[in-house]
């Protein structure tokens, strides 16, 4: 409330100063919401091709583990699954986004050579190594998602954690301190006022007291004239 502050010049720069930082705060959180929000775009446009590649890479690894299970039976398929040696390693990085830390997912060992599958070249058929190349492309599509996916989500939380800084700069605190400003500078020009209406008014009293003073010494100096005048009057000649 605009009347729980004391109408004081020092307040007055004190709020003039907050305002000051405020109104540059919330130009440069405004510039940083409206970057997020253009970076978050670029980003949802990725998510979006990730998507679609990630539902067209597992419907294709399901075509083909159905048609290996078909042509060489499930004894078959879990053989070849089991015979993998070497599992695929992810690692984890981090790269800043307009002030927002978002993962960066990196794999290897993700696609294989046939001799780095584990299970006998001989022993398995086409349509085995079709299925295990189209699973290593659902891998890589499914981690470039993690981390498109997450980068998304964390950059729509720094925005909606930005909108609501300049939310509350421009719909709260500042609203608020210039109320409080405009307050403390009317109260200041009422002092003012009053104080000039005092200061006119102790003026004219002492002019009026300066003229009743002049007036009766004037007055006075009549008196004694008159009284040397009359006294200078009954003295009797030689």
């Not at 307040?11 to 919401?33: A, F, Y």
């Not at 002092?191 to 003026?203: G, S, V």
């Amino acid at each position: 409330m605009a009347e729980d502050v004391k109408p004081t010049r020092k307040n007055l720069m004190e709020i003039e100063d907050r305002i000051d930082l405020s109104e540059r705060g919330h130009g440069t959180l405004e510039k940083k919401r409206d970057g997020l929000i253009m970076e978050f775009m670029d980003i949802l446009d990725k998510a979006q091709d990730v998507r679609g590649e990630l539902s067209e890479d597992y419907e294709e690894a399901q075509k083909k583990i159905n048609m290996a299970r078909a042509m060489e039976g499930d004894v078959a398929v879990r053989g070849a699954a089991a015979a993998l040696q070497e599992h695929p390693e992810i690692t984890t990085e981090s790269k800043n986004i307009m002030g927002v830390v978002v993962p960066q997912i990196e794999s290897s060992r993700v696609s294989k050579s046939l001799d780095e599958r584990g299970y006998g070249i001989m022993g398995t058929s086409a349509r085995i190594d079709e299925a295990a190349e189209a699973y290593e492309d659902l891998l890589e599509s499914i981690i470039l998602a993690a981390e498109v996916e997450t980068a998304m989500k964390k950059m729509l939380r720094e925005i909606e954690t930005t909108k609501r800084r300049v939310n509350a700069l421009e719909f709260k605190l500042l609203p608020e301190l210039y109320e409080n400003q405009e307050y403390i500078e009317q109260k200041l020009e009422e002092q003012e006022r009053e104080e000039t209406f005092r200061l006119k008014k102790i003026k004219e009293k002492k002019e009026q007291e300066e003229r009743e003073e002049r007036e009766a010494e004037a007055d006075a100096a009549a008196d004694e004239a008159e009284m040397e005048q009359a006294t200078a009057g009954g003295v009797p000649g030689n």
